[in-house]
């Protein structure tokens, strides 16, 4: 069991927002918090053009694969994020939600991507920065 707190971020597919979410994470936090992610109905592979998009900041999750929400990692998670899963993520007594809307990057190309990767990764920071008050900004990458 980790002394860190684990991030859960959950979409339908888990092949864009949740994993952009999840690289800005990794990549803000490094390793002070636990990071996860997971669909409801998962891809295949992860959206190309997000993979592109990420890149573009620095960011590979192109080693990341699509998984199934499953009920054990929600329920040992400490803080869930969700982006459009709908009825399908489970809720747990004490947990720390957040839903963020966002628009949905499936079937996009990159240039449509990139305001939903910039958006992420402000919710990202700002959720890092209430979880981690202590570190101030000291975590911010100079990625723009």
């Not at 002394?3 to 927002?17: E, P």
């Not at 628009?103 to 990202?124: L, N, Q, S, T, Y």
């Given at each position: 069991?980790?002394?860190?707190?684990?991030?859960?971020?959950?979409?339908?597919?888990?092949?864009?927002?949740?994993?952009?979410?999840?690289?800005?994470?990794?990549?803000?936090?490094?390793?002070?918090?636990?990071?996860?992610?997971?669909?409801?109905?998962?891809?295949?592979?992860?959206?190309?053009?997000?993979?592109?998009?990420?890149?573009?900041?620095?960011?590979?999750?192109?080693?990341?694969?699509?998984?199934?929400?499953?009920?054990?990692?929600?329920?040992?998670?400490?803080?869930?994020?969700?982006?459009?899963?709908?009825?399908?993520?489970?809720?747990?007594?004490?947990?720390?939600y957040e839903d963020w809307k966002l628009d949905d990057p499936a079937g996009k190309g990159v240039d449509a991507v990139r305001p939903i990767r910039d958006e992420i990764r402000g919710?990202?920071?700002?959720?890092?920065?209430?979880?981690?008050?202590?570190?101030?900004?000291?975590?911010?990458?100079?990625?723009?």
């Amino acid at each position: 069991m980790s002394d860190k707190t684990s991030v859960l971020f959950v979409c339908v597919h888990n092949a864009g927002r949740s994993q952009m979410a999840a690289g800005w994470l990794r990549h803000l936090a490094g390793d002070t918090v636990e990071v996860r992610s997971a669909g409801s109905a998962p891809a295949e592979t992860i959206n190309p053009a997000v993979a592109q998009a990420m890149r573009e900041v620095g960011i590979d999750i192109t080693d990341q694969t699509p998984k199934l929400l499953e009920y054990a990692t929600a329920e040992s998670s400490d803080v869930i994020v969700t982006m459009g899963c709908g009825d399908t993520c489970p809720v747990f007594p004490g947990k720390r939600y957040e839903d963020w809307k966002l628009d949905d990057p499936a079937g996009k190309g990159v240039d449509a991507v990139r305001p939903i990767r910039d958006e992420i990764r402000g919710r990202v920071e700002k959720l890092l920065a209430e979880l981690n008050p202590a570190e101030g900004r000291h975590w911010r990458s100079p990625v723009s």
